[in-house]
């Protein structure tokens, strides 16, 4: 099946800093890509949605200033979360979806990334 | 209004019983697609079912089985004979043609399995 890769897997840093966080598509091109966020013991939200070649898409009360995501390629997106400050520590979560008309709405799943913000 | 209600946010069943979760939907686009997945401790995303609108065959995948029913937005999913490895988070999700096809996630369900 279709991998997904996030790097990296668990990012401490302190107050103030930025942290970027990568999603690959190993083995297929992926026109978009989508940028969920997860608290603990919640459900996951979307935050963003990111196209080849394209600004991101942001839900409603997602600061894109904060939160920033580039799409460079077919197979990479990145979220860099700017000024970190300890409420966005979080569990960052990518998916993508294959190119191919014939995988229409089949997505597929980075292992996610935790942040913690000190 | 939420697009995807998962009614019970926590079931805890002894090993060996069938629990059922529970996923309600709501849409008017006429072609969407729906899933669970499978959220173990770790963290990762497990995928477990996506089923399109057009397709309510229900499905049976080993212990899990999935039951698809339009006329009452539903898609419920059972497990079969639990076991202690079943204990995780499942979230139902749903993916409309007119959205995207981004994903609406469910509250989720955290199933704890005791032996």
């Known amino acids: 099946g279709a991998v997904v890769s996030q790097h990296p897997s668990r990012v401490i840093c302190k107050s103030g800093t930025s942290v970027k966080i990568e999603c690959r598509s190993l083995?297929?091109?992926?026109?978009?890509m989508f940028w969920y966020r997860q608290f603990p013991k919640q459900s996951l939200m979307l935050m963003a949605t990111?196209?080849?070649?394209?600004?991101?898409?942001?839900e409603q009360g997602v600061e894109k200033d904060k939160f920033l995501i580039n799409h460079a390629s077919l197979t990479l997106s990145t979220l860099t979360v700017t000024s970190a400050h300890p409420e966005d520590s979080s569990f960052y979560i990518c998916s993508a979806r294959k190119r191919t008309p014939a995988n229409t709405g089949e997505l597929f799943f980075g292992e996610g990334s935790r942040l913690t913000v000190l | 209004a939420q697009k995807v209600t998962q009614a019970q946010t926590e079931i805890s069943v002894v090993e060996k019983e069938d629990v059922t979760l529970d996923c309600v939907y709501e849409t008017r686009d006429t072609t969407y697609y729906l899933f669970w997945y499978k959220q173990p401790p770790s963290g990762e995303l497990v995928f477990l079912i996506r089923r399109n609108s057009f397709d309510e065959q229900n499905e049976i995948s080993g212990r899990y089985s999935w039951n698809f029913q339009k006329s009452t937005s539903s898609f419920n999913f059972t497990i079969t004979a639990s076991q202690v490895v079943d204990s995780a988070v499942y979230f139902c999700?749903?993916?409309?043609?007119?959205?995207?096809?981004?994903?609406?996630f469910g509250g989720g369900t955290r199933v704890l399995v005791k032996p």
């Open positions: 083995d297929f091109q992926a026109t978009t």
């Open positions: 999700a749903l993916s409309e043609e007119a959205a995207g096809n981004k994903l609406t």
């Open positions: 990111s196209n080849e070649g394209s600004k991101a898409t942001y």
